[in-house]
C-alpha cells in the first residue's frame, strides 16, 4: 500500500500531523519498508529528525557514521558516536550519509553486523538517513554513485530486515523520482514538510571581565558593550619612567620585516624570549635583582631598523635609573600597552598574541604568591578567549578556548573566595562564558552544564545588593547557558529554569537607566517562552513572548539600535506566525495574527537593507533570506487558505508578494545552495498556485516576474 501526505496551507499544524503519521509508520516495527521524508528546511528537518531520534531511536558507539549534532526546539541529541541504552522499544537508529560511498543499504548492513542483539529483536528496526543533501556539494560522480546505490536497493531489498527513511530535499526528491525509478516503485511512503519560521537563539552578555591593571581587587565593568575594545577596560597610569621604558621595550618589536630577527608575532617574541634565556641562562631564585633586570633588558636581540631609529634616540635620553623596574614590572607594561591598543579597537590576532605574550613572562617572573597573579591569569583568559573569536583563528578556536579555561580555572586556585568576592564571582563568570563557547565546538551538554555551575557559583558571591548590574548580568548569562541545555536535553525543565534566571535578571534593570540591556534580555525572555510553547500551553506561552519582543522594541529602536531592532522585529514575526497557526478555529484571529507577522517581517527586512547600505555595511545577526522566504510564507497562507475568504484582487496581491520574497531570497544567494533550492521551490510551488487561481493569465504574469536566468531551472518543473 503506498501512503502519501501532500501539503497543506496550514504549514506547522499540517507538520505535526505528518509527523504523527510518519512517527506510527516507523513504530510499527515491519520490515522492507522504504519511506521518504521531504523537507527543504535544514533547522526544521534536523527538530524533526531529532525528535524521532528521542522518541524512538537509539544509537550505538560502534556507529561508524560521523556523529552529526542537531540542535533545536525539540531538545535533540546528538546523533552519531552516542552511547545509549538499548531498549527493547527502541527501534530507530539514526545514521549519516557517507559522503564518499553513499551507500544508505551498506551502511544499515554494517550497523546491524555490529550490533547483533537487534538481529534477534521481534521488532525489525528503521534506519533514518540524515545529511543527503551535503551531496549536492560533491562531486558528480559520487552524486551518481548514490543513485547507483538507489538503484541495486531493488535486488536487495527482500534481504532487508529492517525499515528505511530517507530525509531529502525537494532537489533530490524530483532527481531520485525521475532517475532511479528502480528504486522508487518500491517506496512505501511520502511525508512532505513545510518549513517553519524560528526566532534567533537568546544572547549571553559573553563578554569576559577584566581585571584591573593599578588595583588588583578592582573589577571593570562593560560586560554588556558590543564592542571589542570593551572586554578589557581599565585606563592605564604610566609614569614617563614607565614610558620610556615601554619604548625601549617596543622598539624591539616595532618592525616585522626583513631586517628584524624576531619578527613581530607571537612565533617571533617566544624565538627571542628563548634566544635571551640561552644568553643569560636559565633564572634562578637565588638570583639578585639586579641581575634578573639586567636578563630582562637583553632578552630581545635585534638590529634595528630605520622605523624605530627614532624610538631608540628617544629612549637615549631618558634617565638611567629606569633599569630599576624588575623585569615582571616590564613584561607587565608591555601587557598594558598591547592591552591598550586592543582596548582602543585594534585587536588583531598579532596584538592578543604579544600580549598574552608578554603576561604569561610577567608570571613566570612573579612569585606564586603575589596578587596580581590571579588578575593577571583572569586576563591571560580574556585574551585568549579574545583570540579564539578571531575570525582567522578558525582551526585554532578549539585549542584557544581550552587555554582560556585553564586560565580561569588556575586563576581560581589562586583565590580564596571568601577573602576577595569579587575577583572570584568575575573569574567564575568569564569561566561560564568560556564552557558556554567551548558548548559549540565539543561535548555540548557536559560544557553548558559546567557552564552553568560557573554561573552559579559566580552568584554566591555577586549579591544583588551589592553589585545589582554584574548581578543582573549573570543571571542573564545564566539563563542563556539554560537555554541552549534545552536544546540537548531536559527542554521543558531546563526552559523553566532559564525563564527564572531571565525573569531575576530583570528585576535589577531599569528601564531607564539601563534600556538596552532591559530590551536585550526582554528579547531573550520571549525567545524562551517561544520555545517553551513547543512543548507546552502554545498559545499561552507565544502571547508571552509577543508581549515581550514588543516590550524589547520600546527601546531597541531603527534610530537608537537598528540591526538588534531588525533582529527582534524578526522574532516577533515569527511569534506571530506561529500564533496564527495555533487559532485554526478562529479565522479572524489567525488573519490578523499573520497580517501582524507580515508587518514585523517587513520591518526587520527594510532595516537590515538600510544597514546594508551603510558605508561600512552593518551586518544583522539573522538570516534575512530565511526572513524573506517566512515573509513569502505568509503572504502565501493569506492567499490560499478558503477560511479568509478574501476576494481574487487580494489573493493575487498575495500571490505576488510572496513570489516577489521567494525571488529575491533566490537571487541574494548561490546557485545549487541548500537555501537556493528551498527558495526555488517555494518560486514553484506559488506559480503553481498562480495558475490553480487565475489559469494562463496567472501564469502568464507570475512568468513575467521572473529574472531570465531562472526560467531553464524552473519551465521543466512546471
Same mark, same amino acid.
Given at each position: 500500500?503506498?501512503?502519501?501526505?501532500?501539503?497543506?496551507?496550514?504549514?506547522?499544524?499540517?507538520?505535526?500531523?505528518?509527523?504523527?503519521?510518519?512517527?506510527?509508520?516507523?513504530?510499527?516495527?515491519?520490515?522492507?519498508?522504504?519511506?521518504?521524508?521531504?523537507?527543504?528546511?535544514?533547522?526544521?528537518?534536523?527538530?524533526?529528525?531529532?525528535? /524521532?531520534?528521542?522518541?524512538?531511536?537509539?544509537?550505538?558507539?560502534?556507529?561508524?557514521?560521523?556523529?552529526?549534532?542537531?540542535?533545536?526546539?525539540?531538545?535533540?541529541?546528538?546523533?552519531?558516536?552516542?552511547?545509549?541504552?538499548?531498549?527493547?522499544?527502541?527501534?530507530?537508529?539514526?545514521?549519516?550519509?557517507?559522503?564518499?560511498?553513499?551507500? *544508505?543499504?551498506?551502511?544499515?548492513?554494517?550497523?546491524?553486523?555490529?550490533?547483533?542483539?537487534?538481529?534477534?529483536?521481534?521488532?525489525?528496526?528503521?534506519?533514518?538517513?540524515?545529511?543527503?543533501?551535503?551531496?549536492?556539494?560533491?562531486?558528480?560522480?559520487?552524486?551518481?554513485?548514490?543513485?547507483?546505490?538507489?538503484?541495486?536497493?531493488?535486488?536487495?531489498?527482500?534481504? &532487508?530486515?529492517?525499515?528505511?527513511? /530517507?530525509?531529502?530535499?525537494?532537489?533530490?526528491?524530483?532527481?531520485?523520482?525521475?532517475?532511479?525509478?528502480?528504486?522508487?516503485?518500491?517506496?512505501?511512503?511520502?511525508?512532505?514538510?513545510?518549513?517553519?519560521?524560528?526566532?534567533?537563539?537568546?544572547?549571553?552578555?559573553?563578554?569576559?571581565?577584566?581585571?584591573?591593571?593599578?588595583?588588583?581587587?578592582?573589577?571593570?565593568?562593560?560586560?554588556?558593550?558590543?564592542?571589542?575594545?570593551?572586554?578589557?577596560?581599565?585606563?592605564?597610569?604610566?609614569?614617563?619612567?614607565?614610558?620610556?621604558?615601554? @619604548?625601549?621595550?617596543?622598539?624591539?618589536?616595532?618592525?616585522?620585516?626583513? #631586517?628584524?630577527?624576531?619578527?613581530?608575532?607571537?612565533?617571533?617574541?617566544?624565538?627571542? /624570549?628563548?634566544?635571551?634565556?640561552?644568553?643569560?641562562? !636559565?633564572?634562578?631564585?637565588?638570583?639578585?635583582?639586579?641581575? @634578573?633586570?639586567?636578563?630582562?633588558?637583553? &632578552?630581545?636581540?635585534?638590529?634595528?631598523?630605520?622605523?624605530?631609529?627614532?624610538?631608540?634616540?628617544?629612549? @637615549?635620553?631618558?634617565?638611567?635609573?629606569?633599569?630599576?623596574?624588575? =623585569?615582571?614590572?616590564?613584561?607587565?607594561?608591555?601587557?598594558?600597552?598591547?592591552?591598550?591598543?586592543?582596548?582602543?579597537?585594534?585587536?588583531?590576532?598579532?596584538?592578543?598574541?604579544?600580549?598574552?605574550?608578554?603576561?604569561?613572562?610577567?608570571?613566570?617572573? &612573579?612569585?606564586?604568591?603575589?596578587?596580581?597573579?590571579?588578575?593577571?591569569?583572569?586576563?591571560?583568559?580574556?585574551?585568549?578567549?579574545?583570540?579564539?573569536?578571531?575570525?582567522?583563528?578558525?582551526?585554532?578556536?578549539?585549542?584557544?578556548?581550552?587555554?582560556?579555561?585553564?586560565?580561569?580555572?588556575?586563576?581560581?586556585? @589562586?583565590?580564596?573566595?571568601?577573602?576577595?568576592?569579587?575577583?572570584?564571582?568575575?573569574?567564575?563568570?568569564?569561566?561560564?562564558?568560556?564552557?558556554?563557547?567551548?558548548?559549540?565546538?565539543?561535548? *555540548?551538554?557536559?560544557?553548558?552544564?559546567?557552564? %552553568?555551575?560557573?554561573?552559579?557559583?559566580?552568584?554566591?558571591?555577586?549579591?544583588?545588593?551589592?553589585?545589582?548590574?554584574?548581578?543582573?548580568? !549573570?543571571?542573564?548569562?545564566?539563563?542563556?547557558?539554560?537555554?541552549?541545555?534545552?536544546?540537548?536535553?531536559?527542554?521543558?525543565?531546563?526552559?523553566?529554569?532559564?525563564?527564572?534566571?531571565?525573569?531575576?535578571?530583570?528585576?535589577?534593570?531599569?528601564?531607564?537607566?539601563?534600556?538596552?540591556?532591559?530590551?536585550? %534580555?526582554?528579547? #531573550?525572555?520571549?525567545?524562551?517562552?517561544?520555545?517553551?510553547?513547543?512543548?507546552?500551553?502554545?498559545? !499561552?506561552?507565544?502571547? &508571552?513572548?509577543?508581549?515581550?519582543?514588543?516590550?524589547?522594541?520600546?527601546?531597541?529602536? =531603527?534610530?537608537?539600535?537598528?540591526?538588534?531592532?531588525?533582529?527582534?522585529?524578526?522574532?516577533?514575526?515569527?511569534?506571530?506566525?506561529?500564533?496564527?497557526?495555533?487559532?485554526?478555529?478562529?479565522?479572524?484571529?489567525?488573519?490578523?495574527? /499573520?497580517?501582524?507577522?507580515?508587518?514585523?517581517?517587513?520591518?526587520?527586512?527594510?532595516?537590515?537593507?538600510?544597514?546594508?547600505?551603510?558605508?561600512?555595511?552593518?551586518?544583522?545577526?539573522?538570516?534575512? %533570506?530565511?526572513?524573506?522566504?517566512?515573509?513569502?510564507?505568509?503572504?502565501?497562507?493569506?492567499?490560499?487558505?478558503?477560511?479568509?475568504?478574501?476576494?481574487?484582487?487580494?489573493?493575487?496581491?498575495?500571490?505576488?508578494?510572496?513570489?516577489?520574497?521567494?525571488?529575491?531570497?533566490?537571487?541574494?544567494?548561490?546557485?545549487?545552495?541548500?537555501?537556493?533550492?528551498?527558495?526555488?521551490?517555494?518560486?514553484?510551488?506559488?506559480?503553481?498556485?498562480?495558475?490553480?487561481?487565475?489559469?494562463?493569465?496567472?501564469?502568464?504574469?507570475?512568468?513575467?516576474?521572473?529574472?531570465?536566468?531562472?526560467?531553464?531551472?524552473?519551465?521543466?518543473?512546471?
Amino acid at each position: 500500500m503506498i501512503v502519501t501526505d501532500t501539503t497543506s496551507h496550514k504549514v506547522s499544524s499540517w507538520n505535526r500531523q505528518t509527523y504523527q503519521r510518519l512517527k506510527l509508520a516507523l513504530s510499527l516495527g515491519l520490515r522492507r519498508q522504504i519511506f521518504v521524508a521531504i523537507c527543504d528546511d535544514l533547522s526544521l528537518r534536523n527538530r524533526l529528525a531529532g525528535k /524521532l531520534h528521542n522518541e524512538l531511536g537509539t544509537t550505538s558507539t560502534k556507529t561508524p557514521i560521523q556523529s552529526q549534532r542537531l540542535t533545536d526546539g525539540y531538545g535533540l541529541q546528538r546523533i552519531g558516536n552516542e552511547q545509549k541504552t538499548h531498549s527493547p522499544f527502541s527501534s530507530l537508529i539514526s545514521l549519516n550519509i557517507n559522503l564518499s560511498d553513499p551507500n *544508505p543499504l551498506a551502511q544499515i548492513t554494517q550497523w546491524l553486523a555490529q550490533n547483533q542483539p537487534f538481529q534477534n529483536s521481534t521488532l525489525a528496526p528503521a534506519f533514518q538517513i540524515l545529511g543527503i543533501e551535503r551531496l549536492t556539494r560533491q562531486p558528480p560522480t559520487v552524486q551518481r554513485l548514490f543513485l547507483r546505490r538507489l538503484q541495486a536497493i531493488e535486488r536487495h531489498l527482500p534481504q &532487508l530486515e529492517a525499515a528505511l527513511l /530517507l530525509w531529502l530535499p525537494r532537489p533530490w526528491f524530483h532527481t531520485i523520482v525521475q532517475s532511479v525509478p528502480e528504486f522508487w516503485q518500491w517506496h512505501t511512503g511520502v511525508f512532505e514538510f513545510e518549513g517553519e519560521p524560528t526566532p534567533l537563539p537568546p544572547v549571553g552578555t559573553a563578554k569576559p571581565e577584566a581585571s584591573a591593571t593599578v588595583s588588583p581587587s578592582e573589577e571593570t565593568t562593560g560586560s554588556f558593550q558590543e564592542d571589542l575594545r570593551s572586554l578589557l577596560t581599565q585606563d592605564l597610569v604610566e609614569t614617563p619612567d614607565d614610558l620610556a621604558l615601554l @619604548k625601549e621595550i617596543t622598539a624591539n618589536y616595532s618592525d616585522s620585516g626583513n #631586517n628584524s630577527e624576531y619578527p613581530l608575532t607571537l612565533q617571533g617574541i617566544s624565538a627571542a /624570549l628563548e634566544n635571551g634565556k640561552q644568553e643569560n641562562g !636559565t633564572r634562578g631564585h637565588g638570583d639578585n635583582k639586579q641581575e @634578573k633586570q639586567e636578563e630582562s633588558l637583553n &632578552l630581545i636581540s635585534t638590529s634595528p631598523t630605520e622605523s624605530s631609529q627614532e624610538i631608540q634616540e628617544e629612549v @637615549k635620553e631618558t634617565p638611567h635609573h629606569i633599569t630599576t623596574v624588575s =623585569p615582571a614590572e616590564a613584561y607587565l607594561q608591555l601587557g598594558n600597552h598591547y592591552r591598550q591598543i586592543i582596548e582602543q579597537g585594534d585587536a588583531s590576532e598579532e596584538n592578543l598574541a604579544i600580549a598574552i605574550q608578554a603576561y604569561e613572562q610577567a608570571l613566570h617572573w &612573579l612569585n606564586d604568591s603575589s596578587p596580581q597573579v590571579s588578575d593577571i591569569l583572569n586576563d591571560v583568559g580574556n585574551l585568549y578567549w579574545m583570540l579564539s573569536r578571531c575570525p582567522s583563528s578558525t582551526e585554532h578556536r578549539l585549542s584557544y578556548l581550552e587555554q582560556a579555561i585553564q586560565s580561569y580555572q588556575l586563576a581560581l586556585t @589562586k583565590l580564596v573566595a571568601e577573602n576577595a568576592p569579587q575577583s572570584y564571582a568575575m573569574i567564575q563568570n568569564n569561566l561560564g562564558a568560556a564552557f558556554g563557547d567551548l558548548a559549540r565546538h565539543k561535548e *555540548p551538554v557536559e560544557s553548558l552544564e559546567l557552564s %552553568i555551575r560557573a554561573y552559579e557559583e559566580a552568584l554566591r558571591y555577586r549579591h544583588a545588593e551589592s553589585d545589582p548590574i554584574k548581578y543582573a548580568s !549573570t543571571q542573564n548569562n545564566l539563563g542563556t547557558a539554560y537555554w541552549h541545555l534545552a536544546q540537548h536535553q531536559a527542554p521543558v525543565e531546563n526552559l523553566h529554569a532559564a525563564i527564572g534566571a531571565y525573569a531575576e535578571s530583570l528585576c535589577y534593570y531599569n528601564s531607564q537607566s539601563e534600556p538596552m540591556n532591559w530590551a536585550m %534580555i526582554q528579547n #531573550n525572555l520571549g525567545t524562551a517562552y517561544w520555545n517553551l510553547a513547543q512543548y507546552e500551553q502554545p498559545e !499561552t506561552w507565544l502571547e &508571552l513572548a509577543v508581549l515581550a519582543y514588543k516590550d524589547a522594541l520600546i527601546y531597541r529602536t =531603527p534610530d537608537v539600535s537598528p540591526a538588534a531592532c531588525a533582529a527582534t522585529q524578526n522574532n516577533l514575526g515569527t511569534a506571530y506566525w506561529h500564533l496564527a497557526d495555533r487559532v485554526q478555529e478562529v479565522p479572524q484571529r489567525r488573519e490578523e495574527y /499573520l497580517h501582524q507577522c507580515i508587518i514585523a517581517y517587513e520591518k526587520a527586512i527594510a532595516l537590515s537593507e538600510q544597514l546594508a547600505r551603510q558605508n561600512p555595511s552593518i551586518p544583522v545577526n539573522f538570516d534575512v %533570506i530565511a526572513t524573506r522566504n517566512n515573509l513569502g510564507l505568509a503572504h502565501y497562507q493569506l492567499a490560499t487558505e478558503p477560511e479568509f475568504s478574501l476576494d481574487e484582487p487580494a489573493q493575487s496581491t498575495h500571490l505576488e508578494a510572496a513570489l516577489d520574497q521567494h525571488i529575491k531570497a533566490c537571487m541574494s544567494v548561490a546557485g545549487q545552495s541548500d537555501a537556493y533550492q528551498t527558495a526555488l521551490s517555494y518560486i514553484i510551488r506559488t506559480m503553481r498556485t498562480f495558475y490553480e487561481k487565475r489559469g494562463v493569465v496567472g501564469q502568464n504574469l507570475a512568468l513575467s516576474k521572473l529574472p531570465g536566468q531562472l526560467l531553464p531551472e524552473i519551465l521543466p518543473r512546471l
